[in-house]
Protein backbone atom coordinates (compact mmCIF):
# COMPACT_ATOMS: atom_id res chain seq x y z
CA UNK A 1 0.00 0.00 0.00
CA UNK A 2 1.64 3.75 -0.98
CA UNK A 3 1.59 5.90 1.41
CA UNK A 4 -1.18 8.27 -0.19
CA UNK A 5 -3.78 5.25 0.40
CA UNK A 6 -2.06 4.51 3.78
CA UNK A 7 -2.57 8.00 4.99
CA UNK A 8 -6.55 8.15 3.77
CA UNK A 9 -7.01 4.76 5.40
CA UNK A 10 -5.62 6.22 8.91
CA UNK A 11 -7.89 9.36 8.32
CA UNK A 12 -10.92 7.50 7.33
CA UNK A 13 -10.75 5.03 10.40
CA UNK A 14 -10.42 8.04 12.48
CA UNK A 15 -13.54 9.49 11.26
CA UNK A 16 -14.96 6.47 11.75
CA UNK A 17 -14.18 6.10 15.27
CA UNK A 18 -15.04 9.77 15.80
CA UNK A 19 -18.02 8.58 14.27
CA UNK A 20 -18.68 5.65 16.47
CA UNK A 21 -17.82 7.67 20.05
CA UNK A 22 -20.42 10.78 19.11
CA UNK A 23 -23.41 8.57 18.60
CA UNK A 24 -21.96 6.18 21.76
CA UNK A 25 -21.77 9.89 23.29
CA UNK A 26 -25.37 10.82 22.30
CA UNK A 27 -27.06 7.94 22.00
CA UNK A 28 -25.89 6.34 25.63
CA UNK A 29 -24.80 9.74 28.26
CA UNK A 30 -26.63 12.18 26.63
CA UNK A 31 -30.10 9.74 25.55
CA UNK A 32 -32.05 10.45 28.85
CA UNK A 33 -31.87 15.03 28.91
CA UNK A 34 -31.98 14.73 25.00
CA UNK A 35 -34.93 12.35 25.61
CA UNK A 36 -36.19 14.64 28.53
CA UNK A 37 -35.27 17.87 26.48
CA UNK A 38 -38.67 20.49 25.81
CA UNK A 39 -37.40 21.27 22.34
CA UNK A 40 -37.36 17.63 21.59
CA UNK A 41 -41.23 17.59 19.74
CA UNK A 42 -40.89 14.37 18.62
CA UNK A 43 -40.20 12.72 21.92
CA UNK A 44 -42.66 15.16 23.51
CA UNK A 45 -45.09 14.12 20.67
CA UNK A 46 -44.82 10.55 21.74
CA UNK A 47 -45.01 11.32 25.60
CA UNK A 48 -48.20 13.35 24.53
CA UNK A 49 -49.71 10.39 22.47
CA UNK A 50 -49.20 8.11 24.70
CA UNK A 51 -52.03 6.00 27.05
CA UNK A 52 -50.45 6.67 30.45
CA UNK A 53 -51.81 4.81 33.97
CA UNK A 54 -55.10 5.63 35.92
CA UNK A 55 -55.36 7.27 38.98
CA UNK A 56 -57.34 5.51 40.98
CA UNK A 57 -58.85 6.23 44.51
CA UNK A 58 -60.37 2.45 45.55
CA UNK A 59 -60.89 1.11 42.03
CA UNK A 60 -61.98 3.94 40.85
CA UNK A 61 -60.12 5.85 37.86
CA UNK A 62 -60.01 9.90 39.28
CA UNK A 63 -57.75 10.52 36.33
CA UNK A 64 -56.98 8.19 32.97
CA UNK A 65 -56.42 8.23 29.13
CA UNK A 66 -59.16 7.77 26.79
CA UNK A 67 -58.58 6.82 22.90
CA UNK A 68 -58.85 9.99 20.84
CA UNK A 69 -60.12 10.93 17.17
CA UNK A 70 -56.88 14.10 16.66
CA UNK A 71 -53.17 13.75 15.98
CA UNK A 72 -52.63 12.93 19.71
CA UNK A 73 -53.86 8.84 20.36
CA UNK A 74 -55.09 9.66 23.81
CA UNK A 75 -56.82 12.16 25.93
CA UNK A 76 -56.27 12.76 29.31
CA UNK A 77 -59.40 13.13 31.18
CA UNK A 78 -60.83 13.68 35.37
CA UNK A 79 -64.17 12.32 36.56
CA UNK A 80 -64.49 14.42 39.26
CA UNK A 81 -62.47 17.23 38.36
CA UNK A 82 -63.14 19.83 41.38
CA UNK A 83 -62.69 17.61 44.09
CA UNK A 84 -59.45 16.01 43.26
CA UNK A 85 -57.54 19.12 40.93
CA UNK A 86 -55.50 20.00 43.86
CA UNK A 87 -54.33 16.29 43.96
CA UNK A 88 -54.11 15.10 40.66
CA UNK A 89 -52.99 18.40 38.68
CA UNK A 90 -53.41 17.76 34.96
CA UNK A 91 -51.17 15.91 32.30
CA UNK A 92 -50.63 18.43 28.82
CA UNK A 93 -48.36 19.38 26.33
CA UNK A 94 -45.97 21.33 28.25
CA UNK A 95 -45.45 19.37 30.93
CA UNK A 96 -45.77 16.13 28.74
CA UNK A 97 -41.68 15.35 29.97
CA UNK A 98 -41.05 14.78 33.35
CA UNK A 99 -37.38 16.74 32.82
CA UNK A 100 -39.83 19.87 31.18
CA UNK A 101 -40.02 21.61 34.56
CA UNK A 102 -38.07 20.81 38.02
CA UNK A 103 -39.10 23.41 39.94
CA UNK A 104 -42.81 24.40 39.32
CA UNK A 105 -45.53 23.32 41.24
CA UNK A 106 -45.97 19.24 40.97
CA UNK A 107 -48.94 17.43 41.85
CA UNK A 108 -49.29 13.18 41.25
CA UNK A 109 -49.55 13.46 37.74
CA UNK A 110 -45.59 14.88 38.00
CA UNK A 111 -44.48 13.38 40.63
CA UNK A 112 -45.74 9.50 39.78
CA UNK A 113 -44.94 10.59 36.27
CA UNK A 114 -42.46 7.31 35.86
CA UNK A 115 -44.57 5.10 36.80
CA UNK A 116 -48.05 6.57 34.89
CA UNK A 117 -45.48 6.65 31.48
CA UNK A 118 -44.90 3.37 32.00
CA UNK A 119 -40.67 4.48 32.52
CA UNK A 120 -40.43 3.46 36.12
CA UNK A 121 -37.75 0.93 36.37
CA UNK A 122 -40.76 -1.65 38.44
CA UNK A 123 -42.24 -2.07 35.25
CA UNK A 124 -39.63 -3.22 32.40
CA UNK A 125 -40.76 -6.48 32.44
CA UNK A 126 -44.18 -4.50 31.39
CA UNK A 127 -42.24 -2.68 28.93
CA UNK A 128 -40.01 -5.73 27.56
CA UNK A 129 -43.06 -8.00 26.96
CA UNK A 130 -44.97 -5.20 24.95
CA UNK A 131 -41.56 -5.03 22.75
CA UNK A 132 -41.74 -8.47 22.49
CA UNK A 133 -45.52 -8.54 21.64
CA UNK A 134 -45.25 -5.66 19.17
CA UNK A 135 -47.50 -3.98 21.61
CA UNK A 136 -47.90 -0.06 22.83
CA UNK A 137 -46.33 0.19 25.80
CA UNK A 138 -48.84 1.70 28.45
CA UNK A 139 -48.40 3.36 31.53
CA UNK A 140 -48.66 1.71 35.36
CA UNK A 141 -51.69 2.71 37.86
CA UNK A 142 -51.23 5.05 40.73
CA UNK A 143 -53.29 3.90 43.83
CA UNK A 144 -53.98 6.98 46.22
CA UNK A 145 -54.74 6.70 49.88
CA UNK A 146 -57.68 8.68 49.97
CA UNK A 147 -61.11 7.55 51.18
CA UNK A 148 -63.46 8.43 48.83
CA UNK A 149 -66.85 9.46 51.06
CA UNK A 150 -64.22 11.36 53.27
CA UNK A 151 -63.30 13.19 50.23
CA UNK A 152 -66.51 13.85 49.15
CA UNK A 153 -67.26 15.08 52.84
CA UNK A 154 -64.60 17.19 52.94
CA UNK A 155 -65.51 18.64 49.88
CA UNK A 156 -69.00 19.71 50.19
CA UNK A 157 -68.90 20.31 54.09
CA UNK A 158 -66.03 23.02 53.10
CA UNK A 159 -67.24 24.58 49.94
CA UNK A 160 -71.04 25.31 51.82
CA UNK A 161 -69.15 27.07 54.68
CA UNK A 162 -66.58 29.22 53.12
CA UNK A 163 -69.10 29.84 49.70
CA UNK A 164 -68.24 31.39 46.45
CA UNK A 165 -64.75 33.67 46.67
CA UNK A 166 -63.94 31.58 50.21
CA UNK A 167 -60.72 30.11 50.91
CA UNK A 168 -59.86 27.44 52.73
CA UNK A 169 -58.53 23.51 52.89
CA UNK A 170 -59.44 20.02 54.60
CA UNK A 171 -56.50 17.71 55.79
CA UNK A 172 -57.92 13.79 56.89
CA UNK A 173 -55.15 11.12 58.60
CA UNK A 174 -55.20 7.56 59.55
CA UNK A 175 -53.73 8.42 62.59
CA UNK A 176 -51.27 4.80 63.19
CA UNK A 177 -50.05 5.03 59.37
CA UNK A 178 -50.07 8.55 58.22
CA UNK A 179 -52.32 7.50 54.88
CA UNK A 180 -54.09 10.67 53.44
CA UNK A 181 -57.53 10.00 53.89
CA UNK A 182 -58.87 13.40 52.43
CA UNK A 183 -57.37 16.16 50.78
CA UNK A 184 -59.49 19.37 49.88
CA UNK A 185 -58.29 22.53 49.09
CA UNK A 186 -61.10 25.66 47.83
CA UNK A 187 -61.18 27.41 45.53
CA UNK A 188 -60.29 24.62 42.96
CA UNK A 189 -60.46 23.77 38.87
CA UNK A 190 -61.09 21.77 36.57
CA UNK A 191 -58.04 20.51 35.18
CA UNK A 192 -59.71 18.97 31.86
CA UNK A 193 -59.37 22.64 30.44
CA UNK A 194 -55.84 22.40 31.04
CA UNK A 195 -55.60 18.77 29.90
CA UNK A 196 -57.33 19.87 26.14
CA UNK A 197 -55.25 18.82 22.85
CA UNK A 198 -56.20 22.34 21.83
CA UNK A 199 -53.52 24.23 22.83
CA UNK A 200 -55.06 27.70 22.42
CA UNK A 201 -57.52 27.04 24.80
CA UNK A 202 -55.05 25.68 27.31
CA UNK A 203 -53.10 28.74 27.27
CA UNK A 204 -56.50 30.68 27.34
CA UNK A 205 -57.51 28.54 30.33
CA UNK A 206 -53.89 28.78 32.34
CA UNK A 207 -54.13 32.30 32.24
CA UNK A 208 -57.55 32.85 33.51
CA UNK A 209 -56.44 30.85 36.43
CA UNK A 210 -53.33 32.37 37.68
CA UNK A 211 -54.68 35.69 37.09
CA UNK A 212 -57.19 34.50 39.51
CA UNK A 213 -56.93 36.51 42.75
CA UNK A 214 -58.25 33.44 44.72
CA UNK A 215 -55.46 31.56 43.87
CA UNK A 216 -57.25 28.26 42.32
CA UNK A 217 -54.01 26.62 41.37
CA UNK A 218 -52.91 26.90 45.06
CA UNK A 219 -52.80 23.58 47.04
CA UNK A 220 -53.61 25.27 50.80
CA UNK A 221 -53.41 21.74 52.63
CA UNK A 222 -49.97 21.97 51.76
CA UNK A 223 -48.66 25.56 50.24
CA UNK A 224 -50.32 27.52 52.45
CA UNK A 225 -49.55 28.52 56.59
CA UNK A 226 -51.66 30.80 58.76
CA UNK A 227 -51.19 31.57 62.38
CA UNK A 228 -52.97 28.22 63.60
CA UNK A 229 -54.27 30.38 66.62
CA UNK A 230 -55.80 28.29 69.85
CA UNK A 231 -55.02 24.91 67.73
CA UNK A 232 -51.80 24.75 68.71
CA UNK A 233 -52.32 25.30 72.30
CA UNK A 234 -52.55 21.65 72.20
CA UNK A 235 -48.91 21.89 71.20
CA UNK A 236 -47.93 23.87 74.45
CA UNK A 237 -49.97 21.89 76.48
CA UNK A 238 -48.34 18.87 74.97
CA UNK A 239 -44.60 20.14 76.41
CA UNK A 240 -46.10 21.36 79.69
CA UNK A 241 -47.35 17.86 80.65
CA UNK A 242 -44.48 15.99 78.74
CA UNK A 243 -42.00 18.20 80.70
CA UNK A 244 -44.27 17.43 84.22
CA UNK A 245 -44.73 20.79 84.69
CA UNK A 246 -48.80 19.85 84.93
CA UNK A 247 -50.76 16.80 84.65
CA UNK A 248 -54.39 16.97 83.31
CA UNK A 249 -55.72 17.14 86.79
CA UNK A 250 -53.29 20.04 88.31
CA UNK A 251 -54.91 23.56 87.99
CA UNK A 252 -53.16 25.96 85.78
CA UNK A 253 -52.68 29.56 85.87
CA UNK A 254 -55.73 31.39 85.06
CA UNK A 255 -57.43 35.18 85.57
CA UNK A 256 -59.32 37.34 82.63
CA UNK A 257 -56.09 38.86 81.48
CA UNK A 258 -52.08 38.35 81.68
CA UNK A 259 -49.47 41.18 81.40
CA UNK A 260 -46.64 39.24 79.41
CA UNK A 261 -43.00 40.27 80.76
CA UNK A 262 -42.24 43.81 79.29
CA UNK A 263 -39.54 44.46 77.09
CA UNK A 264 -38.26 46.95 74.67
CA UNK A 265 -41.63 48.36 72.55
CA UNK A 266 -43.86 45.71 74.00
CA UNK A 267 -47.21 46.28 75.75
CA UNK A 268 -48.36 42.66 76.09
CA UNK A 269 -51.68 42.36 77.71
CA UNK A 270 -53.81 39.23 77.00
CA UNK A 271 -57.19 38.79 77.80
CA UNK A 272 -59.93 36.20 76.97
CA UNK A 273 -62.22 37.57 75.19
CA UNK A 274 -65.22 37.10 77.81
CA UNK A 275 -64.27 33.47 78.35
CA UNK A 276 -65.01 31.95 81.70
CA UNK A 277 -61.02 31.48 83.29
CA UNK A 278 -61.32 31.90 86.51
CA UNK A 279 -59.65 34.42 88.38
CA UNK A 280 -56.78 33.11 89.62
CA UNK A 281 -55.87 29.43 89.10
CA UNK A 282 -58.49 26.25 87.60
CA UNK A 283 -58.27 23.23 86.64
CA UNK A 284 -56.53 22.06 83.08
CA UNK A 285 -59.33 21.20 81.63
CA UNK A 286 -61.11 24.60 82.05
CA UNK A 287 -58.44 26.11 80.36
CA UNK A 288 -58.29 23.95 77.28
CA UNK A 289 -62.62 23.97 76.77
CA UNK A 290 -62.63 27.90 77.08
CA UNK A 291 -59.32 28.67 75.34
CA UNK A 292 -57.82 30.81 77.90
CA UNK A 293 -55.49 33.02 76.25
CA UNK A 294 -54.18 33.31 79.54
CA UNK A 295 -52.89 30.29 80.41
CA UNK A 296 -51.61 29.28 77.72
CA UNK A 297 -49.81 32.39 77.05
CA UNK A 298 -48.31 31.74 80.71
CA UNK A 299 -47.34 27.88 80.13
CA UNK A 300 -45.59 29.41 76.82
CA UNK A 301 -43.32 32.10 79.32
CA UNK A 302 -43.44 29.30 81.56
CA UNK A 303 -41.44 26.33 79.11
CA UNK A 304 -39.92 29.31 77.35
CA UNK A 305 -39.57 29.51 73.33
CA UNK A 306 -36.57 27.11 72.89
CA UNK A 307 -38.52 24.06 74.91
CA UNK A 308 -41.90 25.17 73.08
CA UNK A 309 -39.87 25.08 69.29
CA UNK A 310 -38.52 21.59 70.58
CA UNK A 311 -42.11 20.80 71.12
CA UNK A 312 -43.14 21.85 67.43
CA UNK A 313 -40.38 20.51 65.53
CA UNK A 314 -41.17 17.01 67.43
CA UNK A 315 -44.76 16.94 65.70
CA UNK A 316 -43.13 18.41 62.17
CA UNK A 317 -42.53 21.94 62.40
CA UNK A 318 -39.53 23.72 60.70
CA UNK A 319 -39.00 20.95 58.20
CA UNK A 320 -40.38 19.18 55.16
CA UNK A 321 -42.08 15.60 54.95
CA UNK A 322 -44.55 15.27 52.21
CA UNK A 323 -42.81 14.17 48.98
CA UNK A 324 -46.39 12.99 47.39
CA UNK A 325 -46.76 16.68 46.12
CA UNK A 326 -44.61 19.59 45.81
CA UNK A 327 -43.82 22.02 46.71
CA UNK A 328 -44.53 21.66 50.49
CA UNK A 329 -44.38 24.91 52.44
CA UNK A 330 -42.63 24.57 56.33
CA UNK A 331 -44.84 25.43 59.24
CA UNK A 332 -42.80 27.57 61.08
CA UNK A 333 -42.11 27.78 64.73
CA UNK A 334 -40.22 31.26 65.72
CA UNK A 335 -36.04 30.89 66.37
CA UNK A 336 -34.32 33.14 69.31
CA UNK A 337 -37.96 34.62 70.23
CA UNK A 338 -37.62 36.40 73.81
CA UNK A 339 -40.15 35.39 76.07
CA UNK A 340 -43.35 37.86 75.27
CA UNK A 341 -43.05 36.25 71.82
CA UNK A 342 -43.11 32.25 73.87
CA UNK A 343 -46.24 33.90 75.35
CA UNK A 344 -47.62 34.71 72.12
CA UNK A 345 -46.42 32.03 70.47
CA UNK A 346 -47.90 29.65 73.37
CA UNK A 347 -51.38 30.61 71.86
CA UNK A 348 -50.35 30.25 68.21
CA UNK A 349 -49.59 33.47 67.33
CA UNK A 350 -46.46 35.72 66.82
CA UNK A 351 -44.43 34.39 63.78
CA UNK A 352 -46.01 30.55 64.60
CA UNK A 353 -47.82 29.31 61.20
CA UNK A 354 -48.57 26.13 60.21
CA UNK A 355 -50.22 24.57 57.09
CA UNK A 356 -53.48 22.21 57.45
CA UNK A 357 -51.41 19.22 57.30
CA UNK A 358 -49.27 20.05 60.03
CA UNK A 359 -51.98 20.49 61.95
CA UNK A 360 -53.85 17.20 61.16
CA UNK A 361 -50.27 15.84 62.08
CA UNK A 362 -50.25 17.13 65.38
CA UNK A 363 -53.88 15.75 65.97
CA UNK A 364 -52.79 12.38 64.50
CA UNK A 365 -49.97 12.65 66.71
CA UNK A 366 -51.63 12.53 69.71
CA UNK A 367 -54.16 10.05 68.62
CA UNK A 368 -51.14 7.46 67.67
CA UNK A 369 -49.98 7.43 71.62
CA UNK A 370 -47.79 10.23 70.59
CA UNK A 371 -45.85 9.00 67.45
CA UNK A 372 -46.15 10.98 64.74
CA UNK A 373 -45.78 9.32 61.42
CA UNK A 374 -44.83 10.37 57.94
CA UNK A 375 -47.57 11.45 55.75
CA UNK A 376 -48.62 10.18 52.53
CA UNK A 377 -50.65 9.61 49.21
CA UNK A 378 -49.82 7.24 47.17
CA UNK A 379 -50.61 3.70 48.57
CA UNK A 380 -49.48 1.46 45.88
CA UNK A 381 -48.10 1.27 42.10
CA UNK A 382 -49.49 -1.26 39.42
CA UNK A 383 -49.07 -2.54 36.72
CA UNK A 384 -51.45 -1.78 33.33
CA UNK A 385 -53.10 -4.91 34.33
CA UNK A 386 -53.74 -3.60 37.92
CA UNK A 387 -51.51 -5.93 39.76
CA UNK A 388 -50.02 -4.40 42.67
CA UNK A 389 -46.04 -4.17 42.49
CA UNK A 390 -45.30 -2.20 45.40
CA UNK A 391 -46.97 -0.68 48.45
CA UNK A 392 -45.99 2.37 50.66
CA UNK A 393 -44.92 1.09 53.68
CA UNK A 394 -45.86 3.52 57.10
CA UNK A 395 -42.62 5.69 58.39
CA UNK A 396 -42.25 7.07 62.04
CA UNK A 397 -41.44 10.82 61.73
CA UNK A 398 -40.86 11.24 65.70
CA UNK A 399 -42.08 10.22 69.02
CA UNK A 400 -43.55 13.91 69.40
CA UNK A 401 -44.49 12.78 73.67
CA UNK A 402 -44.98 10.02 75.51
CA UNK A 403 -48.14 7.64 75.35
CA UNK A 404 -48.64 8.89 79.09
CA UNK A 405 -48.69 12.48 77.98
CA UNK A 406 -50.76 11.46 74.60
CA UNK A 407 -53.29 10.14 76.91
CA UNK A 408 -53.84 12.66 79.21
CA UNK A 409 -53.97 15.41 75.73
CA UNK A 410 -56.65 12.97 74.48
CA UNK A 411 -58.96 13.10 77.96
CA UNK A 412 -58.40 17.01 77.66
CA UNK A 413 -59.72 17.37 74.07
CA UNK A 414 -62.46 15.18 74.17
CA UNK A 415 -63.54 17.78 77.53
CA UNK A 416 -63.18 19.94 74.99
CA UNK A 417 -65.78 18.69 72.62
CA UNK A 418 -67.94 17.51 75.29
CA UNK A 419 -68.36 20.40 77.43
CA UNK A 420 -66.07 23.13 75.43
CA UNK A 421 -65.93 24.93 72.82
CA UNK A 422 -65.57 21.98 70.13
CA UNK A 423 -68.79 20.91 70.85
CA UNK A 424 -69.81 21.62 67.04
CA UNK A 425 -68.01 18.09 66.45
CA UNK A 426 -69.65 15.96 68.71
CA UNK A 427 -70.99 12.37 67.71
CA UNK A 428 -73.79 10.70 68.88
CA UNK A 429 -72.49 7.62 71.18
CA UNK A 430 -68.92 8.47 69.70
CA UNK A 431 -65.85 9.96 71.93
CA UNK A 432 -64.63 12.39 69.95
CA UNK A 433 -61.55 14.74 70.85
CA UNK A 434 -60.75 18.56 69.43
CA UNK A 435 -59.85 21.83 69.65
CA UNK A 436 -60.73 25.29 68.40
CA UNK A 437 -59.01 28.01 66.97
CA UNK A 438 -59.58 31.53 65.89
CA UNK A 439 -56.78 33.29 64.34
CA UNK A 440 -56.39 37.20 64.37
CA UNK A 441 -54.62 37.71 60.57
CA UNK A 442 -52.59 40.69 61.78
CA UNK A 443 -54.09 43.46 58.84
CA UNK A 444 -56.49 45.47 59.72
CA UNK A 445 -59.17 44.96 56.64
CA UNK A 446 -58.49 40.74 56.96
CA UNK A 447 -61.11 38.83 59.20
CA UNK A 448 -59.51 36.58 61.21
CA UNK A 449 -58.63 32.63 60.07
CA UNK A 450 -60.53 29.57 61.65
CA UNK A 451 -59.24 26.61 62.63
CA UNK A 452 -60.45 22.84 64.07
CA UNK A 453 -58.56 19.58 64.58
CA UNK A 454 -60.25 16.08 66.15
CA UNK A 455 -60.06 13.16 65.95
CA UNK A 456 -62.49 9.98 66.78
CA UNK A 457 -63.00 7.37 68.23
CA UNK A 458 -60.98 9.10 70.85
CA UNK A 459 -59.98 5.28 72.24
CA UNK A 460 -59.37 3.83 68.77
CA UNK A 461 -58.62 6.38 66.54
CA UNK A 462 -59.44 6.10 63.07
CA UNK A 463 -59.09 9.61 61.50
CA UNK A 464 -57.76 12.54 62.79
CA UNK A 465 -58.82 15.68 60.65
CA UNK A 466 -57.62 19.44 60.14
CA UNK A 467 -59.76 22.27 59.03
CA UNK A 468 -58.27 25.97 58.38
CA UNK A 469 -61.05 28.65 57.15
CA UNK A 470 -59.02 31.25 54.83
CA UNK A 471 -61.93 33.10 53.86
CA UNK A 472 -65.24 32.99 54.04
CA UNK A 473 -66.87 36.15 52.15
CA UNK A 474 -70.35 35.29 53.20
CA UNK A 475 -69.60 35.12 56.69
CA UNK A 476 -69.80 37.99 59.47
CA UNK A 477 -66.59 39.18 60.97
CA UNK A 478 -68.39 37.89 64.95
CA UNK A 479 -69.30 35.14 63.50
CA UNK A 480 -66.10 33.61 62.09
CA UNK A 481 -64.90 30.86 65.33
CA UNK A 482 -63.23 27.43 64.48
CA UNK A 483 -65.72 25.46 66.46
CA UNK A 484 -69.17 27.33 64.30
CA UNK A 485 -67.58 26.96 60.85
CA UNK A 486 -64.93 23.86 60.90
CA UNK A 487 -66.69 21.59 63.83
CA UNK A 488 -68.91 20.67 61.61
CA UNK A 489 -67.09 19.65 58.73
CA UNK A 490 -64.75 18.27 60.52
CA UNK A 491 -67.49 15.84 62.26
CA UNK A 492 -68.60 15.17 59.01
CA UNK A 493 -65.10 13.74 57.73
CA UNK A 494 -65.17 11.88 60.83
CA UNK A 495 -68.48 10.49 60.00
CA UNK A 496 -67.64 9.48 56.71
CA UNK A 497 -64.82 7.12 57.90
CA UNK A 498 -66.29 5.69 61.13
CA UNK A 499 -69.63 4.94 59.95
Not at 72 to 87: E, L, N
Not at 296 to 310: K, M, P, S, T
Amino acid sequence: MNRPIRTLSVFCLLLFLALMLNATYLQYWRADSLDHDSRNKRAVDAAFSQERGAILVGRTPVARSVASNDQYDFQRTYSRPFIYAPITGWFNYYNAQSGSCTSCQQFVEQTENDVLSGTDDRLFVNRLVDLLTNKQSKGGNVELTINAAAQRAAYTGLKNVIGPGGQGAVVALQPRTGKVLAMVSLPSFDPNQLADHDLTKVNAAAKRLQADPNQPLVNRAIQTRLPPGSTFKIVTAAAAIQDGLYTKDDLVPGGATYQLPLTTGSTGLIDNEGRDCGTDRIPFAQALENSCNTTFARLGVELGADRLRQQAEAFGFNQTYFSDLLPQVESNFPKDANKPQAGQSGIGQYEVAATPLQMAMVAAGIANDGKVMKPYLVDSVQSPEFEQIETTEPQALDQAVSASTASQLTDLMVSTVDDGTASPAAIPGIEVAGKTGTAQSGIADVPPYAWFVSFAPADDPQVAVAVMIQKAPGVERGEIAGGLLGGPIAKAVMEAIIR
